[in-house]
Nanobody, 116 residues
Framework: QVQLVESGGGLVQPGGSLRLSCAAS????????MGWYRQAPGKERELVAR???????NYVDSVQDRFAISRDNAKNTVYLQMNSLKPEDTAVYYC??????????WGQGTQVTVSS
């Protein structure tokens, strides 16, 4: 059974930082591309950052130079370091895992709220 469990969300003031974690089980983590998506109220889910199995990363323009995605294959965990947070970063953040067969798994999401 595949599980992706996100943690690390919460309430933070503008300009603050959070680190999200996503712990995976039931998959061969090292061969999966991992990603973070977010969905704000009334908006579609969007890709925030992705890290390939080989380590290559890409980001949506709005978080470039503020967010950093990383992975620890020994811990089956992917991280999203979020700095200089803005109110518009407020959303539910979801972790995804995409395998070599393109099958995609999702976590349950973690709420990030940026507000003073």
């Amino acid at each position: 059974q595949v599980q992706l469990v996100e943690s690390g969300g919460g309430l933070v003031q503008p300009g603050g930082s959070l680190r999200l974690s996503c712990a995976a089980s039931g998959i061969i983590f090292s061969v999966y591309d991992m990603g973070w998506y977010r969905q704000a109220p009334g908006k579609e889910r969007e890709l925030v950052a992705r890290i390939a199995s080989g380590g290559k990363t890409n980001y949506v323009d709005s978080v470039q130079d503020r967010f950093a995605i990383s992975r620890d294959n020994a811990k089956n965990t992917v991280y999203l370091q979020m700095n200089s947070l803005k109110p518009e970063d407020t959303a539910v953040y979801y972790c995804d895992a995409t395998g070599p067969d393109a099958h995609q798994y999702w976590g349950q999401g973690t709420q990030v709220t940026v507000s003073s």
